[in-house]
């Protein structure tokens, strides 16, 4: 998967924009996916502008469904109370 497929898939299962960025910047209480140089991070920015959770990856498809499937467990989770 690619980022423009992973926009697509997220978009196709409703998952709610301001959740998460991907190489657009940061923002508070929002998913970030980044890459830099060919490698890719993940992290979450809370509400007091921490990062927490980085994960590093070594290829977009692995760091896209990474953000795919936690974007689809948090859904789950809250359902669309969060949109």
């Known amino acids: 998967m690619n980022v423009q497929e992973l926009n697509e898939k997220l978009n196709e299962n409703v998952i709610p924009k301001n959740w998460y960025l991907i190489n657009e910047g940061t923002r ?3 998913h970030i ?3 830099y140089s060919g490698l890719w991070k993940y992290y979450y920015i809370d509400e007091k502008d921490n990062k927490r959770n980085e994960c590093h990856f070594r290829n977009e498809s692995k760091a896209c469904h990474y953000l795919f499937d936690k974007m689809i467990k948090i859904y789950e989770y809250f359902g669309n109370s969060q949109k």
Do not use: N
Request: net charge negative; charged share 50%.
């Open 33 to 35: 996916l980044e890459e």
């Open 28 to 30: 508070s209480d929002t």
